[in-house]
């Protein structure tokens, strides 16, 4: 295997610019490596956690849950209750959507978005005043429902051994 070689601590703020550059060119898997190498020199880094968070879930595809584990990997990192929660709902919100076919029906999505949304409702409560980023995703998410009317809820709890986070089959 290789030895990476280390990023200079002067050479962080550029190397986040080149990370964004690269999640907004659609290129996830070069910004995630970019995260990897800041946070091996600054493990605190908060802008890396939230763009390698980012760039894990922009790869969000059906069926590859590695970068689903690994973005919430990602959560207690941060030190904020709030960025947590939102980005928690982030997390769902982005997953259900990569799951979802468009004109098919699956209560999988729309509850995946729905348990965003009550992660977005929670970060609402302890947001920082002139911070409506949360209000901003529940209402987007409320959309994207209205939308695809073609997703309806289900509660799978009631199926033998299936909780509300387990897809059924």
């Given at each position: 295997m290789f030895e990476f070689r280390p990023l200079t601590p002067e050479?962080?703020?550029r190397a986040l610019a080149k990370a964004e550059r690269y999640r907004l060119l659609n290129e996830?898997?070069?910004?995630?490596?970019i995260c990897e190498d800041i946070l091996r020199v600054d493990p605190d880094n908060h802008e890396a956690i939230i763009t390698l968070l980012l760039a894990l879930t922009d790869g969000?595809?059906?069926?590859?849950?590695g970068n689903l584990n690994r973005a919430r990997e990602l959560l207690p990192r941060m030190n904020d209750a709030y960025e947590r929660t939102y980005y928690e709902g982030i997390i769902c919100e982005?997953?259900?959507?990569?799951?979802?076919?468009a004109h098919r029906s699956s209560p999988f999505v729309h509850n995946?978005?729905?348990e965003a949304m009550r992660f977005y409702e929670k970060a609402e409560e302890i947001s920082p005043p002139g911070n409506d980023d949360a209000v901003l995703r529940w209402n987007a998410c409320?959309?994207?429902?209205e939308k695809n009317e073609h997703l309806k809820p289900e509660d799978v709890s009631s199926e033998a051994g299936?909780?509300?986070e387990v897809p059924p089959k």
């Open positions: 050479a962080i703020p996830p898997e070069e910004a995630e490596s969000f595809h059906p069926g590859a849950s982005r997953w259900a959507k990569a799951q979802h076919r995946g978005i729905r409320a959309r994207y429902l299936f909780g509300d």
